[in-house]
């Protein structure tokens, strides 16, 4: 029986590389796949992996219909056994009923990969869907850290390193990013909650010395 499957976590824990090997697996023994993503950060229609693999991928726009896709695929000839469906935080609750219907009623599998929250930990509308209608949820395996070594489990969006908690839920963009750029950090939710980023603890630190240092002199 075909399954909805969303596999889930922070940003930059191997979302998309699961996605471009679950898709190598599956056709390399001959089943058919459609992949499809939406505002990746290496372009329109390209899924990418931080580890260097990428693959052309259909572009997910606001009126685009699964359903409609897939049996529209099927009706020129093509079986569609599964649809890879990557960035899938960025698709509409509604897109995300299309994918059960898939599921259901046309038997393909559909794999969805995403982050649940957004820098604000609140649930993306897609995400939040595919909580409410997977067959599962899986947790990937590799563990993304906090700066302080727990496990991250909730995505900051940086300005300069700092934490910010104003502006669009939809902001395209990368971890690791550098000067005054808007980024993004894995961080816990001890870390999250105090808005307390690896530079933001770097100066912490450094003024805390910088009074011993007074205190002693
Ligand atoms: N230079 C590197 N060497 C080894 N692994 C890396 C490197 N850069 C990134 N990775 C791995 O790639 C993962 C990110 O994979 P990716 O599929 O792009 O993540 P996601 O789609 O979840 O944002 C990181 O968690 C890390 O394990
Ligand atoms: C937290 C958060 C993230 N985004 C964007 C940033 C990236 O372009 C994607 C996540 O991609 P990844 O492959 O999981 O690294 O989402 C956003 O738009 N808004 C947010 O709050």
Same mark, same amino acid.
């Given at each position: 029986? $075909?399954?909805?499957?969303?596999?889930? *976590?922070t940003? @930059? /824990? +191997?979302?998309?590389?699961? =996605?471009?090997?679950?898709?190598?697996?599956?056709?390399?023994?001959?089943? &058919?796949? #459609?992949?499809?993503?939406?505002?990746? !950060?290496?372009?329109?229609?390209? %899924?990418?992996?931080?580890?260097?693999?990428? !693959?052309?991928?259909?572009?997910?726009?606001?009126?685009?219909d699964f359903?409609?896709?897939?049996?529209?695929r099927?009706t020129?000839?093509?079986?569609? @056994?599964?649809?890879?469906? &990557?960035?899938?935080?960025?698709?509409?609750?509604?897109?995300v009923?299309?994918?059960a219907?898939?599921?259901?009623?046309?038997?393909a &599998?559909?794999?969805?990969?995403? %982050?649940?929250? @957004?820098?604000?930990?609140?649930?993306?509308?897609?995400? $939040?869907?595919?909580?409410e209608?997977? &067959?599962?949820?899986? #947790?990937?395996?590799?563990?993304?850290? /906090?700066? /302080? +070594?727990?496990?991250?489990?909730?995505?900051a969006?940086?300005? +300069?390193?700092?934490?910010?908690?104003?502006? =669009?839920?939809?902001? #395209? *963009?990368?971890?690791?990013?550098? +000067?005054?750029q808007? *980024?993004?950090?894995?961080? /816990?939710?001890?870390?999250?909650?105090r !808005?307390?980023? =690896?530079?933001?603890? !770097?100066?912490?630190?450094?003024?805390?010395?910088?009074?011993?240092?007074?205190? @002693?002199?």
């Amino acid at each position: 029986m $075909a399954e909805l499957v969303f596999f889930s *976590g922070t940003m @930059d /824990c +191997g979302k998309s590389t699961l =996605a471009l090997q679950m898709h190598h697996n599956h056709a390399a023994r001959g089943r &058919d796949g #459609v992949l499809f993503t939406r505002q990746d !950060r290496a372009g329109t229609a390209t %899924i990418s992996s931080r580890l260097g693999l990428t !693959r052309h991928a259909c572009e997910v726009g606001d009126t685009t219909d699964f359903w409609a896709e897939v049996v529209t695929r099927r009706t020129q000839g093509r079986p569609v @056994d599964y649809l890879v469906a &990557d960035e899938a935080q960025f698709y509409t609750a509604e897109q995300v009923e299309q994918l059960a219907r898939v599921v259901d009623e046309l038997d393909a &599998d559909v794999f969805a990969f995403g %982050i649940t929250t @957004d820098f604000r930990a609140r649930l993306f509308p897609g995400s $939040a869907r595919l909580v409410e209608l997977a &067959d599962r949820v899986e #947790v990937l395996q590799v563990r993304a850290l /906090c700066w /302080c +070594g727990a496990r991250a489990t909730h995505n900051a969006r940086t300005v +300069g390193g700092a934490m910010v908690v104003e502006g =669009a839920q939809v902001v #395209v *963009g990368d971890v690791g990013a550098s +000067g005054s750029q808007v *980024g993004y950090e894995v961080l /816990c939710r001890r870390h999250h909650v105090r !808005r307390m980023t =690896a530079a933001t603890a !770097r100066a912490v630190h450094a003024h805390a010395d910088a009074v011993l240092f007074e205190q @002693d002199a």
